[in-house]
């Protein structure tokens, strides 16, 4: 299935850009892996009425090298659950950051992904999947631009 999803953020491309270039990895993690907490959060409730989440759900987040496209920034990247008994998706993506004007940048994920999970029945997984889906990609882009934003960031 395919998930897209943006943000926009108050700050210009030369100031958010070079964030994507070295290094993503070890600030991208944190908040990818916040999300999938966030999505299965609404898994949880849509599956049984209440959350019944325990412990963190780590996911491995790879990224690729980031390409540079016309004015844009475009990274390559990977989600998967860490352990056999995760639900999440494998997710394959890409993050592209491109400017708005002097003084905001648009950041957008698309994504593909196949759920991992029977039970429902087909139908009913891909409406369950895409919801969890949705949410945490919807909760990465919002960490993302909280963070770009925050004081001092530079």
Same mark, same amino acid.
């Given at each position: 299935?395919?998930?897209?999803?943006?943000?926009?953020?108050?700050?210009?491309?030369?100031?958010?850009?070079?964030?994507?270039?070295?290094?993503?990895?070890?600030?991208?993690?944190?908040?990818?892996?916040?999300?999938?907490? $966030?999505?299965?959060?609404?898994?949880?409730?849509?599956?049984?009425?209440?959350?019944?989440?325990?412990?963190?759900?780590?996911?491995?987040?790879?990224?690729?090298?980031?390409?540079?496209?016309?004015?844009?920034?475009?990274?390559?990247?990977?989600?998967?659950? $860490?352990?056999?008994?995760? $639900?999440?998706?494998?997710?394959?993506?890409?993050?592209?950051?491109?400017?708005?004007?002097?003084?905001?940048?648009?950041?957008?994920?698309?994504?593909?992904?196949?759920?991992?999970?029977?039970?429902?029945?087909?139908?009913?997984?891909?409406?369950?999947?895409?919801?969890?889906?949705?949410?945490?990609?919807?909760?990465?882009?919002?960490?993302?631009?909280?963070?770009?934003?925050?004081?001092? $960031?530079?």
């Amino acid at each position: 299935m395919f998930v897209r999803d943006f943000v926009q953020v108050a700050r210009p491309m030369g100031l958010v850009g070079p964030r994507f270039l070295d290094g993503a990895d070890e600030w991208l993690t944190p908040l990818a892996n916040r999300a999938v907490e $966030t999505g299965r959060s609404l898994r949880d409730q849509l599956e049984t009425g209440s959350p019944s989440c325990s412990g963190p759900c780590d996911v491995a987040l790879t990224i690729g090298a980031a390409r540079r496209r016309d004015d844009a920034i475009l990274l390559p990247m990977a989600w998967a659950g $860490t352990s056999e008994s995760s $639900t999440f998706p494998s997710l394959m993506a890409d993050l592209e950051v491109a400017p708005v004007g002097a003084t905001r940048t648009h950041i957008s994920f698309s994504g593909t992904y196949e759920a991992r999970r029977e039970g429902l029945g087909r139908r009913g997984d891909e409406l369950l999947f895409h919801r969890y889906t949705e949410a945490s990609v919807r909760q990465f882009l919002v960490d993302i631009a909280q963070s770009l934003e925050a004081p001092g $960031t530079s």
